[in-house]
């Protein structure tokens, strides 16, 4: 058959009828939540506690409940802006090179395990612990995923990640002159004062600060786990660690000790969840059933959800009907098609100027065969995300006036004039491609049998590869990922959060999985991270995009739009780019 292939076809016709199936024969009974219980389902599995693996985004929502940074987005100020979180207070000098930052008295570490690291359980935050956090994504022994969001920014940093890459008799004569004497960039002013002093002006260093790489977390606990702490962690946010099963479950408890934090609505201090019930769902069909019958309190829609409760961007008669509630909001992400600059087939060889030519002939083929509007249509339910038409979110200052990516939207007669040019007419000669998925559900299959099928029409033979989400991370982390879907999330509101995605250095297991190496690009980004004027820095990040669309080390696909499913029930509810499942918040109310 042409278009989808039948198999995933039925699977997921079978799993949106079974699910509704099923919903509309439990419906009447919808199982609400104990007083103070809120119960949550990921899409995706997280893994570690371990700031050093916040690259995940269901890391970060996990991290988030448990650890704290210096600061934290308020939750319902639009646009986004930041309050103190551990940091009571804080000020920069006006070109942002310096920062300095006041600890809270109150904020506290809590040590659920027994026997406990302190006495009563708890250690006043201090300054040191913010720079020994930080070290360890510093430290290369430790590999950190997140060592790209501190590298060339904070001074002296840069030059101890480099003599912690001399063994290990080196990287300890580092650390103990850093946790004795600090670093060039880091001093501690008082008991609770420090100031840190960067490379480069970065007047958005507070956001970088809020992210979840920037947690901190206290050296005597990664003493006791070592490679445990991923499992074991302790830190000073708002929950402890009640049960956890990696990739499959997480009962999380109030903590008891936690200093509190008023109610942005008015209410009670929070925390007010005693508990947190968290199940990784990995199927869609399963997580919209569990929702329709009251087992879940939240619900971010994917294609079955939208069959079932949306219809035209709002909710149907009978949810409504029950007083779910649809919240929406625009996130600064990108879906895009990534591939690897350094695979032989397709990718950039040094010293082959004529192949090279050829391999760019082949990328622009694949980006036009690409079938943009039947993947808006089947994969998005043509709602709940916005056709990109560059690499920069539209919502980001350096969208304005943005050039466009020259070869979107889906032309298979000029991809076959391409292909034809690059030496694979009708595709002869080339070997069969490999087109990696992030998972095994039904919709990952489609999503890949939507591509794989546009290629079989202008005779390009690729296989689609369903592989287990820590199988497609490990595939890109290493480079054996020839082509794969990404999806990028703004970890805070700057072009250049995303425009590193292509830097050299962040080669992977970096946050360039494509492996784009590009001199120019790179000096682009180095004058982009120190640039004050707005109107400099957009300019070159459109001089950055230019490259990005000719040499095409990727190409992109749609923005999403938040869609977020909201029990009854459920109150304390904010769906935030750069927060996205804020617990602390959550309250349960009795319904009728």
């Known amino acids: 058959m042409t278009g989808l292939r039948l198999a995933s076809v039925l699977a997921l016709l079978l799993a949106c009828i079974f699910s509704l199936c099923l919903a509309t024969a439990c419906g009447p009974s919808i199982r609400q939540p104990e007083a103070g219980q809120v119960r949550l389902a990921l899409a995706t599995e997280p893994f570690s506690f371990d700031p050093l693996h916040a690259d995940s985004t269901s890391n970060q929502v996990i991290q988030r409940q448990v650890l704290e940074t210096l600061l934290e987005y308020h939750p319902t100020a639009r646009p986004p802006s930041l309050q103190g979180l551990l940091a009571k207070s804080w000020s920069a000098s006006e070109d942002g090179a310096t920062w300095e930052f006041t600890l809270r008295e109150d904020a506290l570490f809590h040590d659920p395990e027994s026997p406990p690291l302190w006495p009563g359980g708890t250690r006043r935050v201090e300054p040191k612990d913010v720079l020994e956090s930080w070290l360890r994504h510093a430290d290369a022994r430790e590999q950190s995923h997140g060592w790209w969001a501190f590298e060339g920014l904070i001074e002296g940093l840069d030059t101890f990640r480099e003599a912690t890459s001399r063994g290990d008799e080196a990287a300890e004569a580092a650390w103990e002159v850093a946790t004795r004497e600090g670093v060039d960039g880091f001093a501690i002013l ?21 992210s979840p790489y920037f947690a901190i977390i206290p050296a005597e606990a990664c003493a006791r786990a070592g490679d445990e702490f991923l499992n074991r962690p302790v830190g000073s946010g708002p929950f402890l660690v009640r049960s956890w099963i990696p990739r499959i479950r997480l009962i999380l408890d109030a903590t008891p000790q936690w200093r509190g934090q008023p109610d942005p ?20 069909s399963t997580r919209t059933l569990l929702f329709r019958n009251g087992e879940i309190d939240r619900l971010s829609p994917t294609q079955d959800s939208f069959d ?31 591939f690897d600059m350094k695979d032989p087939v397709l990718g950039h060889v040094p010293g082959d100027p004529e192949g090279n030519a050829s391999r760019l002939l082949l990328r622009q083929a694949l980006a036009l065969a690409f079938p943009y509007e039947r993947w ?25 006036g943005a050039p466009p990516f020259p070869w979107k939207g889906q032309n298979l007669e000029k991809a076959a004039r391409f292909l034809a040019q690059a030496g694979h007419p009708e595709g002869r000669g080339l070997p069969k491609l490999r087109y990696e998925l992030s998972g095994t559900d039904p919709v990952s299959r489609a999503q890949g049998d939507l591509f794989v099928d546009a290629l079989a029409k202008i005779g390009i033979a690729c296989d689609p590869i369903a592989n287990p989400w820590p199988e497609f991370v490990s595939k890109t982390r290493q480079g054996r990922a020839q082509i794969f879907a990404r999806l990028w999330a703004v970890d ?52 950055m995009l230019e490259i990005l669309n000719k040499e095409i080390p990727a190409f992109p696909v749609d923005h999403r739009q938040g869609y977020l499913l909201v029990q009854p029930w459920l109150e304390g509810v904010v769906l935030h780019p ?15």
């Open 492 to 543: 805070w509101p700057s072009a250049g959060n995303m425009l590193d995605l292509f830097y050299g250095p962040h080669e992977s297991p970096g946050v360039n999985r494509s492996r784009f190496q590009h001199e120019g690009y790179d000096r682009l980004l180095s004058d982009y991270r120190v640039a004050a004027d707005p109107e400099e820095r957009i300019r070159l990040a459109h001089s």
């Open 308 to 338: 079932a409760f949306i219809v035209d961007g709002k909710l149907n008669q009978e949810a409504a009907g029950r007083g779910v509630r649809l919240l929406q909001a625009e996130f600064p992400d990108l879906t895009m098609v990534t």
């Open 578 to 592: 750069f927060d996205p499942l804020p617990c602390k918040y959550f309250r349960v109310v009795p319904t009728p």
């Open 376 to 400: 808006h249509t089947l994969i998005r339910n043509g709602t709940w995300a916005r056709p990109a038409t560059s690499f920069l979110p539209p919502s980001l200052l350096e969208a304005r």
């Open 265 to 284: 609505w008015g209410g009670p201090p929070l925390p007010q969840a005693r508990e947190v019930d968290i199940r990784v769902v990995l199927e869609g």
């Open 190 to 210: 008082g008991p609770r004062r420090f100031r840190v002093s960067l490379s480069r002006p970065e007047l958005q260093f507070g956001n970088r600060a809020a």
